[in-house]
């Protein structure tokens, strides 16, 4: 082919009005996943009803987001299965021992004794509440 | 490479468990569609010598004075949870293969165990499974069928100790024979997945087909079933009604629902069909049972609801004769990826143009029905109401997992 006979790859007309200077800087708007589903397959969904976390901001009708695949560590609020009940309370890990806390005065320390009977089911990451 | 195989263990009635913890250690049993019979078991409902298949008024006695708990199909939780397991093993191996909604194989990465991978998924999902590793994928269903009886739940299948699962596994528990295959060889002599192996290779082509001369490759080591290839062959969309239906119309209002369910299936998995089949049929428990099934090639293959519904009409009025029938079945077979759906080359112009309208149509349909919920949209034929009305589900649990109102309460106290 002859170097002064160029070929046209396409031949279409072009809008050209003035091009938006943030173009190039456009990102995806806030993701609501983002902050609260980390994992995805193992996160679920529970709704609160009572009042036994009040003092950690928990209160009734809260939905809370928990995360199965997280390793619970000492203070963190978790979900738990106790002698064939789900139970909600924050974990205090004492030397060898175990304890249940609510977070409210009206409720006492569980100390699991039974760890037959005791499973962890997750680790509450989030606190959902809608206002209106 | 080995290849890896996850096995959800007793799925359905660990889905029915994981947000009823007081359900542990108790006996479980799932009803099919519309109540009819026993589908799935826990191992406990097992124990009590329940079995799959078992029409639920035939049992309802011994259930209740077992104290079995009973569950209509709940099948919104069970596919959310059989989507997390299969993006967890995903997550954790790379590559899978999901095969049906509670198993899956992989490709076995180095840097894990298999024992790694179950306790994984178990934990982080909420849902037991098995992990069977063999050289394989029909020794690692092998390896998987042993795992679950281990207590870690899982098998890793050395190469030396295949001769000794072949051995212990009957020829009937071998992924591919069926029954028929099985009495066949059972009437040669052969017994275990061992002696099978044992056999001429000619022999079995001969008298039996070249999917078991696969089998029997497998067994031996050698792979011959790709991961890629275990795909969904076929779906089925079907149901039991609740009351008798006799007149052809009432058939065809029916028919024309599965095929509206089958359709939106395979849209969702992005697949076309080539053919359909239709089966209709009559309480098994009486006499003169009769369950005629007949199939229909498609003019071209497509998910397309209305063509789908065109089709099993015809195949319907050919097995239509009149009689009390029990419930109907339609499949849709030789499934392809609907991307790669070959224009006709001798149509016109117009009719490709057409194909591709049916095609965007198919997608704008399934997305109403994804977004106000399905029902919203359906063809004239099913007489929309009709699908609210089908099942009959008194014993469903909430979805928990996917509806906001049925998300489950913890008792803070």
């Known amino acids: 082919m002859k170097k002064d006979n160029p070929t046209i790859l396409m031949e279409i007309p072009i809008k050209c009005g003035f091009p938006s200077p943030a173009a190039d800087s456009r990102e995806n708007p806030l993701d609501f996943n983002e902050l609260l589903l980390k994992h995805r397959a193992s996160t679920y969904c529970l709704k609160a009803s009572g009042d036994s976390l009040e003092k950690s901001g928990i209160l009734d009708g809260d939905i809370l987001v928990v995360d199965k695949s997280l390793e619970a560590k000492n203070n963190d609020l978790v979900i738990a299965e106790y002698e064939g009940e789900f139970t909600a309370k924050r974990l205090k890990i004492k030397g060898e021992r175990v304890y249940l806390h609510p977070e409210n005065n009206n409720f006492e320390d569980i100390e699991i004794t039974n760890l037959e009977s005791f499973s962890l089911f997750g680790v509450i990451t989030s606190v959902v509440r809608t206002l209106r | ?413």
């Open chain 2, 1 to 413: 490479m080995m290849v890896g195989l996850c096995d959800c263990n007793n799925f359905y009635a660990s889905c029915e468990r994981l947000f009823r913890p007081d359900l542990k250690d108790k006996p479980i049993v799932i009803l099919s569609n519309n109540d009819g019979c026993l589908i799935a078991l826990s191992k406990e409902a097992k124990a009590l010598n329940l079995k799959r298949g078992m029409p639920y008024f035939k049992c309802e006695q011994l259930l209740k004075k077992n104290n079995v708990h009973v569950f209509s199909s709940n099948y919104t939780l069970y596919q959310d949870i059989s989507d997390r397991v299969m993006q967890e093993l995903k997550d954790l191996v790379g590559i899978i293969s999901p095969y049906s909604i509670d198993e899956a194989f992989f490709k076995m990465p180095k840097h894990l165990s298999a024992q790694d991978i179950r306790d994984k998924i178990s934990q982080n999902v909420g849902i037991p499974v098995s992990i069977g590793v063999a050289r394989t994928k029909t020794l690692a269903k092998i390896a998987n069928h042993i795992g679950k009886t281990l207590e870690s739940n899982s098998l890793y299948l050395k190469k030396e100790w295949e001769g000794k699962a072949l051995y212990k596994t009957p020829i009937e528990e071998i992924w591919g024979i069926g029954k028929k295959k099985a009495q066949f060889l059972r009437a040669h002599n052969i017994f275990t997945a061992l002696d099978l192996t044992k056999q001429n290779e000619l022999w079995i082509r001969k008298n039996l087909s070249v999917t078991t001369l696969e089998t029997l490759k497998e067994l031996k080591g050698i792979p011959a079933i790709s991961i890629e290839n275990s795909q969904t062959q076929n779906l089925c969309s079907g149901i039991s009604f609740s009351s008798i239906r006799t007149t052809y119309e009432e058939l065809e209002q029916a028919i024309s629902c599965q095929c509206t369910i089958l359709g939106e299936k395979l849209v969702n998995k992005d697949l076309v069909a080539s053919s359909i089949s239709i089966n209709i049929f009559t309480n098994r428990f009486e006499e003169n049972y009769i369950a005629p099934i007949s199939t229909i090639y498609l003019e071209e293959p497509t998910n397309y609801i209305p063509a789908l519904i065109n089709a099993a009409k015809i195949v319907l009025k050919k097995i239509y004769v009149k009689n009390k029938y029990k419930g109907c079945r339609v499949w849709a077979n030789n499934l392809n990826k609907a991307g790669f759906r070959q224009l006709e080359l001798f149509k016109s112009e117009t009719h490709n143009e057409l194909l591709q309208k049916q095609d965007a149509l198919a997608y704008v349909v399934n997305d109403i029905s994804k977004t106000y919920g399905r029902k919203k949209i359906s063809s004239g034929a099913t007489n929309n109401l009709e699908r609210n009305n089908l099942q009959r589900r008194d014993m469903l649990s909430p979805c928990y997992t996917t509806k906001w109102e049925d998300i489950p309460v913890i008792n803070l106290k």
